[in-house]
């Protein structure tokens, strides 16, 4: 069965930072492109950033761009997001998402329905 799980959300300032972390199972963690994804209330989900299997290349929407860190631990199945100088306007639930397919180019990141398996999300609220 297939799994993964978030983790490490929370209230924060305009600034600060987190470190989002998404535990697999069920699969060769390895072998499989992996994605976050966010949901904001009242709005569509949003890609946020993608990272190739062996994590050698990283994918970020412009939102983030410079401000957010993807990263994977293949050893322990587990993904990462660090999360920094955050705004008012990142506040939303965090999916962790595992890619269908390995990834070569930021189209392919950014296309939703690729991504098969999700979690269940890790809330991320910023604010003073």
């Known amino acids: 069965q297939v799994l993964v799980v978030e983790s490490g959300g929370g209230l924060v300032q305009p600034g600060g930072s987190l470190r989002l972390s998404c535990q697999a199972s069920g699969f060769t963690f390895g072998n499989y492109a992996m994605g976050w994804v966010r949901q904001a209330p009242g709005k569509g989900q949003e890609w946020v950033s993608a990272?190739?299997?062996?994590?050698?290349?990283?994918y970020y929407a412009d939102s983030v761009k410079g401000r957010f860190t993807i990263s994977r631990d293949n050893a322990k199945n587990t993904l990462y997001l660090q999360l920094n100088s955050l705004k008012t306007e990142d506040t939303a639930m965090y999916f962790c998402?595992?890619?269908?397919?390995?990834?070569?180019?930021?189209?392919?990141?950014?296309?939703?329905?690729?991504?098969?398996?999700w979690g269940r999300g890790t809330q991320v609220t910023v604010s003073s």
């Open positions: 990272i190739s299997r062996y994590g050698t290349t990283t």
């Open positions: 998402a595992k890619h269908r397919l390995t990834i070569t180019n930021i189209e392919e990141a950014r296309r939703l329905y690729e991504y098969n398996y």
